[in-house]
């Protein structure tokens, strides 16, 4: 018997081995082609409720095997998994497609389109109706014969390729590893890095220390390594991923996927991939978003090459460093950070036990959005190392499952990134609540210790449990509209937002205490974070810029002509590097967000995010950060309407206004 194919409400992770995905899937497709034929084949007069919401309501038993499969393959995966994605992806595109080309269904979704005027519908409802109607047209509905053809082939063509890319990647994050038996060349280490390195070279037979390319391991050597050469190969390493002479090389795949891109946004009626993209989101075109990014970029150089020659100087004075390497910067900047702020990173992890920083989420989240967070061990998980959780509300109503898992190992891709099991909808009359994980990759706990985690990894927990309380929090009726279905230029905020808690003192004294001895986290720490906050922000901002700059370029242009990658990118980092380039390392190879995500023609919604996130915590501090007013404002406006509105029409309603950049600027003390 099937578990997948059985009706479950959490996932059956335990009951589930890799032979079972492909014939649920297979399955899954033919209960959803049935389920589409009942709408196509109906001989009524198609209206909202038997074609625009029915069609919605399709395919549920498909996306929940789907969800747990994908999550799978990024958290838990292997070799096995990695071929069965790759057979998988093709059917999914195929059938994606037989929907979206279906010709017979798609005149129905347009006759209730043109119709709209004369119909009664909720806001909600006028906006599943245009997504829907927009949805079939994006995606070809409107092509002829031969036209869609060459569609289906290029999606197919996509779905393998991007796949491949993050195989690769994969791939190469696992195949490096510095193994040391000096303990001199350890010098500068903190004993957890080190305790972790040697717990990780026992584990694989080793003597001495073993360093990875994984964020826990590879962050901790680049920041604190006092061996100059070591660093260098660290982070050539990280930085030649996927662009070696090997089976893993992925320079054909980034040009054949932006190529392809193109070929579609053409087919399509768009001048290019990011034209495409963008007319669903809230910037609207790319020449907004480099008008935008290019302004920000004016704000923040002068103070990026100030600081850069700063660091610069500080080098040379320390320890005679003519010219700063990419290798250098976060060495460096972390002991003149350290000089400036009398503020060292290591001081401040015995604060921030990863358990008591999950508490302090959870309380954080009682006091504005009235949630309770109870630790169960009935939920089945696909690893030991997972945590669950069920959510409920001040009244005792069931909101949500919860998982999260925290720590890196072989099968998990590197980064921080939310997902969900089941989305929130309402169906026949009942709230189907969703289920939400979070994943992570901090260090692990130790023989020695438990889980220490540095503030940027505090601010990550923060940032991932925002995107989970949006899709904790969603109250609509269609799944398609539900919890992070939004814009991907609005799906930041309330993850952005959140991370504004880890530095307001009212917050921290929640949950930053001593993991020995309980005491809090003395003042005088909270105000230097503060303090340090918009450290190199200049030089922050330019990277970020320079990543989304990047991705326009790579997507709002044709690409046909581009030959060689990394000479495409020295001209695209050409107004924002700081650093000299590194002739045998490349960006684009191990890019995944662009090309593996969902971020192609996106990545500057990180920033654009970042001046709503601003804007909208300026009214926190207006008001107090646990003012219940404006959270529950937050929480009805934001949080709980998911995609069913425009954006700005949603923000507005939370603000009252338009957002403005210049609390982001005040905030990075740019202004």
Same mark, same amino acid.
Request: aromatic content about 12%; some cysteine.
């Given at each position: ?5 059985? $009706?479950?409400?959490?996932? $059956? ?7 079972h ?13 049935? @389920? ?14 038997n ?20 999550? /799978? ?28 080309l279906?010709?017979a ?7 209730? #389109?043109e119709?709209?005027?004369? /119909?009664? /519908?909720?806001?909600?409802e ?22 869609k ?18 195989e ?12 040391? =038996? ?9 004993d ?5 390195a ?6 694989k ?10 964020? $826990? ?33 992925? &320079?054909q795949? %980034?040009?054949? =996927? ?7 946004a053409n087919l ?6 990011a034209?495409? *993209? ?10 907004n ?14 103070a990026a ?6 660091? @610069? ?20 900047? &972390? ?11 290591e ?9 008591? *920083? ?17 630790? %169960?061990?009935n ?9 669950t ?8 109503? #069931? ?62 927990? #923060? ?27 609005? %799906? ?34 909270? &105000? ?7 450290f ?6 330019l ?17 046909? @002509? =581009? ?61 107090? =950060?646990?003012?219940?007013? %404006? ?28 957002p ?12």
């Open positions: 018997m099937n578990p997948l194919l059985q $009706p479950f409400n959490t996932a $059956p992770f335990s009951e589930i081995s890799n032979e995905y492909k014939p649920a899937i297979k399955e899954a497709i033919e209960i959803a082609k049935k @389920e589409i034929a009942v709408i196509v084949e109906s001989k009524a007069k198609a209206t909202f409720k074609t625009t919401e029915a069609l919605d309501f399709t395919g549920e038993k498909l996306n929940r095997i789907t969800s747990i499969f994908f999550n /799978l393959n990024s958290a838990e995966t292997n070799d096995e998994i990695q071929k069965i994605a790759q057979e998988i992806s093709p059917w999914l595109s195929e059938f994606s497609n037989d929907i979206t279906n010709q269904l798609f005149l129905k979704v347009k006759t209730v #389109f119709d709209r005027e004369h /119909l009664t /519908l909720t806001s909600e006028k906006t599943l109706l245009e997504k829907q109607y927009k949805g079939f047209a994006r995606n070809g509905a409107n092509l002829k014969g031969v036209d053809t060459a569609l289906r082939k290029i999606d197919a063509s996509l779905s393998k390729l991007s796949l491949k890319f993050g690769n990647v994969l791939a190469e994050t696992n195949a490096f590893e510095m193994h040391l =038996i000096d303990e001199k060349q350890l010098s500068g280490l903190p957890s890095t080190k305790e972790a040697q717990q990780l070279a026992t584990e037979g080793k003597e001495g220390w073993v360093f990875t390319l994984d964020y $826990p391991s590879y962050i901790p050597f680049l920041t604190y390594s006092d061996h100059r050469e070591l660093r260098k190969k660290m982070a050539i390493a990280a930085g030649k991923k996927a662009y070696q002479d090997n089976a893993f090389n992925n &320079e795949i %980034v040009l054949d =996927i932006v190529q392809l891109r193109h070929q579609r399509l009626g768009y001048k290019t991939h034209h495409f *993209v963008l007319e669903e989101r809230m910037a609207e075109t790319p020449e978003v480099i008008a935008f990014s290019n302004d920000l970029l004016k704000k923040a150089k002068p090459k100030t600081e850069f020659t700063h660091l @610069e100087n500080y080098a040379k004075k320390l320890d005679g460093i003519d010219q700063l390497q990419k290798w250098d910067g976060a060495y460096y900047s &972390e002991k003149l950070k350290k000089e400036i702020f009398d503020l060292d990173q001081i401040l992890k015995p604060y921030f036990k990863l358990e008591n *920083v999950i508490a302090g989420a959870f309380t954080i989240a009682h006091k504005l959005f009235d949630l309770n967070f109870e630790a %169960v061990t939920i089945d998980k696909y690893h030991e190392d997972v945590k959780y069920n959510v409920t509300n001040t009244d005792g109503d #069931f909101i949500a499952v919860f998982y999260a898992d925290f720590h890196p190992r072989k099968g998990k891709r590197n980064g921080a990134w939310m997902t969900s099991y089941k989305p929130q909808q309402i169906k026949n009359g009942v709230n189907e609540r969703p289920h939400v994980s979070i994943v992570c990759n901090f260090t692990k706990p130790t023989v020695t210790k438990p889980s220490l985690l540095t503030f940027n990894e505090v601010t990550t927990l #923060f940032h991932e449990f925002g995107h989970a309380l949006h899709g904790m929090l969603a109250k609509t009726t269609y799944n398609s509209l539900s919890g992070t279905s939004v814009s991907w230029d609005f %799906v930041e905020l309330p993850s952005q937002i959140l991370e504004n808690w880890c530095y307001e003192k009212e917050a921290l004294a929640l949950f930053a205490k001593h993991y020995e001895t309980g005491e809090m986290i003395p003042m005088e720490y909270v &105000e230097k974070i503060k303090e340090s906050a918009s190199h922000e200049g030089m922050q901002t990277r970020q810029l320079s990543f989304g700059l990047l991705d326009m370029q790579w997507h709002g242009q044709d690409p046909s @002509e =581009i030959k060689s990658i990394k000479a495409f990118e020295k001209t695209a980092f050409s107004e924002t590097n700081l650093y000299p380039t590194v002739d045998n390392n490349c960006m684009s190879t191990a890019f995944s967000h662009i090309f593996q995500g969902g971020y192609s023609a996106g990545y500057y919604s990180y920033k654009w995010a970042e001046v709503l996130d601003a804007d909208a915590f300026e009214y926190f501090l207006e008001k107090g =950060i646990f003012n219940k007013e %404006v959270a529950t404002k937050f929480k009805e406006n934001v949080l709980s309407k998911g995609g069913t509105e425009k954006p700005l029409t949603l923000y507005k309603r939370f603000r009252g206004k338009e403005k950049p210049d609390a982001l600027l005040k905030r990075a003390g740019l202004l």
